[in-house]
């Protein structure tokens, strides 16, 4: 029977694991869970893990160091039960036949989820005709789609951009794509069409939504120059990373009252008091809720597991050659 050992304090693992997914590891495997709620320093990580197969971590826990990889040599898979597993990949890990495996498709879940709402909120011009109201009896919009009517752009086939494909298949919604590293092969399977110019795309969008990681190549991605070529009226959502814009120019587009925008993200986060995303109109500005714990990350983790222990691979194992264009 495959060893567990899981870092995540208590009241963390109690958000991602059910009682249903706990009981489901237990039936194939032997746990032990950190019946703390404190986080594990590096020694008492070495404590838990010694003689365990599998660790499982999640955020702020202890990351798979050469101490804890030289002491706990059973380790053959670390289960992230997070997102980004990047700041793994120091030195330590070299020369290490450890698996490394990731739940960001899990997290995927829950962003899409919000995505979702947020386009058919957007779409239907839901939030100026309630702040109307609320001085005097709005107009229905005139400018409101639905989901079958709309044109919806993805930027990004991430995990995040491939889940809101999926979201959005049930409403017939035509969709475009811009991602350099999707092949028209990959487009056809999804069932959107891949649009080579990010400019081409956002102008032929009725909503835009931005699922790109946080790299060197996406650092500004959107700029004036696509801001400026959105329809009127149209919706921007960003729950990627706020530097994935250049936030002033899409600022400078909301106080011309042309755009709507959903910004779970900001640059920097939180953003500074005197933001104008925090007072603009047009502007729902969250603080970063699209994504965090949730039981989808649970479930996955534990289906990782399983299929490793039947000799099987988990969901995402992530390995150096995938850092430059991940999140």
Known sequence: MVKVGVLIPANASGELFSPESRARLESFASVV?????KQLDEEKACELLHDCDVAVGSWR???PTRRILDRCGNLKLWEHAAGSVKHFFTHDLRGRSLLVASCAPAIAKTVAEMVLGELIIGLRRIVPNALQNRTEQGKKPANKLYLAKATVGIIGASSVGRQVVELLRPFQTRVLLYDPYLTADGAAKLGVTNVDSLTELCAACDAITLHTPKTSETYHLLKEEQFRAMKDDAVFINTSRGDCIDEQALIRELQRGR????????????ALPDNPIRTLPNVIYTSHLAGGASTHIGDQAVDDIAAFASGGRP????????LATMA
């Open 61 to 63: 826990t202890a990351i």
């Open 33 to 37: 869970w950190n019946d703390t709620d």
């Open 315 to 322: 969901l995402m194992v992530v390995d150096r050659s995938m």
């Open 259 to 270: 755009l709507f925008a959903f910004l779970d993200v900001s640059d920097p986060e939180p």
